[in-house]
C-alpha cells in the first residue's frame, strides 16, 4: 500500500511570553464582495458603519456602505466555546529557505483575535434564515455524541 504524500503544517495560538495580542472583537467585518487588495488601508475614514435604530428577528440591524452600495448587516457573538484567529503565516520556523521563499509554509501564528463580528447583506436586512447565520447551527450537530461505531449520515 503506497503512501500519499501531505503537508504538514502548525498553527502557534499560545502567547510564547510575546506581547499580548490584539483583541479586534466588533472590529471583524464579513463583507458580501471580494476584495482584492491586501495591504494597509484607511478603512474607517470612508467605512462608518452605523445603527440603525430597528431590530428584525431580534438582531439590532446597522447600516454602512462600501463603494457606493448600501449594506445592512448585524454584529453577532461567536457561541459559547469558540474564538475567531487572525492568523499569519510564520517565515521564521525551521523549515528550508527553498519552501519559505516559495510562499509553502505551513506554519501560522495568532496576531489577533475576536468572539464577536459584523456580517453584512447586499440588499437585504440581516435575519436569522441568512445562511451565514443558519451555519453556526452546524457547531451543534459538530458536538453530538455519536455511538461507538456508528455513522450519522445527513440529509
Known amino acids: 500500500m503506497e503512501e500519499e504524500k501531505g503537508t504538514t503544517g502548525s498553527i502557534n495560538l499560545s502567547l510564547n511570553g510575546k506581547e499580548e495580542k490584539i483583541n479586534l472583537s466588533g472590529q471583524v467585518h464579513h463583507l458580501p464582495c471580494c476584495i482584492k487588495f491586501n495591504g494597509p488601508c484607511t478603512v474607517s475614514q470612508y467605512f462608518k458603519p452605523k445603527l440603525k435604530g430597528m431590530e428584525i428577528d431580534g438582531l439590532a440591524v446597522e ?83 455519536l455511538d461507538k461505531g456508528k455513522r450519522m449520515y445527513l440529509v
Not at 449594506?71 to 503565516?89: D, E, H
Not at 464577536?116 to 434564515?129: C, R, V
Open 63 to 145: 447600516e454602512a456602505h462600501f463603494r457606493g452600495r448600501k449594506l445592512q448587516g448585524t454584529t453577532i457573538s461567536l457561541p459559547n466555546g469558540y474564538a475567531g484567529f487572525v492568523l499569519a503565516k510564520n517565515n521564521s520556523g525551521k523549515r528550508k529557505a527553498c519552501d519559505v521563499s516559495e510562499g509553502n509554509s505551513n506554519d501560522w501564528e495568532m496576531k489577533a483575535k475576536f468572539d464577536k463580528l459584523t456580517y453584512w447583506n447586499h440588499d437585504a436586512p440581516p435575519s436569522k434564515d441568512d445562511p451565514f447565520l443558519r451555519s453556526f447551527h452546524w457547531f451543534t450537530v459538530a458536538e453530538a455524541p
